[in-house]
């Protein structure tokens, strides 16, 4: 499952942090998550609640998730747009010379100790 490699990336991260930072207990971890990302919200956190109960420091850490919304760009007309409901067709003038300017985002916002 691909939430699963991520939450056990997103751990390493959190437990490098807490170290450095001499932390003993993290208890709220707040993720900024893209639209679309590939990751989605409800399995992130079923994964997340199953494998923080093996880290010591995290074991009552909560998920905080706020999602980003995806932002298409066009370079024919130079307006922008919603990615989820238009997908990679520009909707004010039809062209596919488009890109994603956010919504893949993946980062830690920031964590909390007690
Ligand atoms: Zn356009």
Do not use: R
Not at 97 to 111: A, C, R
């Amino acid at each position: 499952m691909h939430e699963l490699g991520v939450v056990f990336h997103v751990i390493d991260q959190i437990e490098e942090l807490a170290e450095e930072n001499k932390l003993t207990e993290v208890s709220t971890v707040t993720l900024q998550l893209g639209e679309v990302s590939a990751v989605i919200p409800e399995y992130l956190v079923d994964c997340w609640n199953w494998a923080v109960k093996k880290h010591e420091i995290m074991k009552e850490c909560k998920l905080n998730i706020e999602k980003i919304h995806a932002v298409t760009y066009c370079e024919d007309c130079k307006e922008t747009y919603a990615t989820v409901e238009h997908g990679k067709t520009c909707p004010h003038c039809g062209s596919e010379h488009t890109y994603l300017v956010t919504g893949n985002e993946f980062l830690i916002k920031e964590i909390e100790a007690c």
